[in-house]
């Protein structure tokens, strides 16, 4: 059933409007100020206090800046205050550069396996416009990570530092695009052609030149690299020409990053199920993309005994939602644009990954929690957005936003069901490149 706007009708509208005297004085603070700063509710602050009855012993943030790499970085926040524990070190920091270069060499790889593998479906087929879309993206998942660490290691920030490239990474990225579109047609045409020998010697030359690209936009990581640093104590500490590997299996060797599992919070998915994302994976051969669907109370008590017992939680939320990046507070109720426009604006977290309302934008490291007599009050968050956001980097979210724009929290595996550790070892229900959890 179609319907044509009618000028009457406009007209209706129009003289609704001018009834009501409030209309424009909501209308001119709105106009003046922004829609965010007209309906913002100064009242969430008496609540959020930052004071949490656990909370992990950390200082200084890190800051991604202009790139999508908050999945790495919230990576290796976790194993950075895992190493600051350990070594009473707590503002050591790794490089988000150095898993980056591999990063961009990896998925080019398994973006020329996704193109060939697919090259007799048509070019505007879901499935192949989904990998064409993905091509030199920046963001990602947990496993990703936990992939380049597991293949690569991991280095001192100082061992490989960002470059102009890492902290803004559009005019690499654009680039790096366009070139594997461009050979995606050419792989796609040899395999359609039937010259399957000819395309495999053109993928090597390929990711030579995407190797090339990433050297001069990245720099070249370290092979070799001396460990170096003073403790919280003041000792200083010395261990040179440690490879990557090394240094992780030797520095980080309680961490099996195969003991953890992402828990997710999707209720338009069947719960008690174990799904995955092939067309996210990023390393051929390493970790698949692998999400455990439960409901949101196991996220909660899992990342709650994951804290107490001194370990971080990464964790992946829709952070544009309800969020002032000044004072850093997350709350369900920040803006009461329900109110300033008066109509209803609530959705379920059902329905907004139904519709596309509600996604995985942000990843985050929980540091804390804040609880009273079982009731959780609030959670201290890392963010990766360096000092001037939130209070020197660290916001504070409450426990309304946790339940409805968190999706995923990566816990041990000790911290599951029996039940839940058996699902979580398989089997997998691949989801499609544009499933909403993708």
């Not at 950075?80 to 550069?97: C, D, I, L, P, V």
């Not at 559009?170 to 995606?184: I, M, P, R, V, W």
């Amino acid at each position: 059933m179609t319907h044509k706007l009618t000028l009457q009708e406009i007209e209706k509208f129009s003289q609704n409007f001018n009834k009501n005297p409030e209309h424009h004085v909501i209308a001119r603070a709105a106009q003046k100020n922004g829609v965010l700063a007209a309906s913002y509710n100064d009242r969430v602050q008496s609540k959020l206090t930052r004071v949490f009855s656990t909370e992990l012993d950390t200082d200084n943030v890190t800051n991604q800046k202009h790139s999508g790499r908050c999945w790495l970085f919230a990576t290796l926040n976790v194993l950075r205050h895992e190493f600051g524990k350990k070594y009473k070190t707590k503002n050591f920091t790794f490089s988000q550069a150095y898993n980056f270069f591999w990063d961009k060499i990896e998925r080019a790889n398994i973006f020329y396996n996704n193109i060939i593998e697919t090259a007799d479906k048509p070019l505007d087929s879901r499935e192949v416009k989904a990998h064409l879309d993905f091509a030199g993206a920046d963001g990602g998942q947990f496993h990703m990570a936990a992939s380049l660490v597991e293949k690569y290691g991991v280095v001192p920030s100082y061992a490989m530092p960002e470059t102009f490239n890492t902290n803004d990474t559009t005019g690499f990225s654009n680039a790096l695009k366009d070139k594997l579109k461009k050979d995606a047609l050419i792989l796609r045409k040899l395999i359609q052609d039937g010259k399957t020998a000819e395309a495999e010697d053109l993928r090597t030359k390929f990711l030579n030149d995407v190797y090339r690209m990433t050297a001069i936009a990245v720099g070249e990581p370290p092979k070799h690299f001396d460990l170096e640093y003073r403790d919280d104590d003041k000792n200083y500490h010395l261990d040179k020409n440690l490879t990557p590997l090394e240094f992780f299996h030797k520095y980080l060797s309680g961490v099996d990053l195969n003991d953890y599992v992402v828990l997710t919070n999707a209720p338009d998915h069947e719960y008690n199920k174990l799904y995955g994302l092939p067309s996210e994976d990023n390393v051929e051969g390493q970790y698949r993309i692998k999400l455990l669907n439960v409901p949101m109370e196991y996220l909660t008590q899992a990342s709650i005994a994951q804290l107490k017992d001194g370990e971080a939680v990464w964790f992946g939320n829709d952070v544009l939602r309800q969020m002032d990046r000044q004072t850093g507070y997350l709350d369900t109720n920040l803006y009461k644009l329900d109110d300033l426009f008066q109509v209803d604006l609530k959705m379920s977290k059902e329905d907004r990954l139904k519709t596309g309302a509600g996604e995985v934008s942000h990843a985050m490291t929980l540091v804390g929690v804040d609880e009273d007599n079982g009731d959780i009050r609030q959670w201290k968050v890392e963010n990766s957005w360096g000092e001037k956001s939130g209070a020197k980097g660290y916001f504070v979210m409450s426990n309304d936003w946790f339940n409805d724009y968190v999706y995923e929290v990566v816990v041990h595996k000790k911290y599951l069901t029996e039940e839940q550790k058996k699902l979580a070892e398989g089997p997998i229900t691949d989801l499609p490149a544009w499933d909403s959890l993708a």
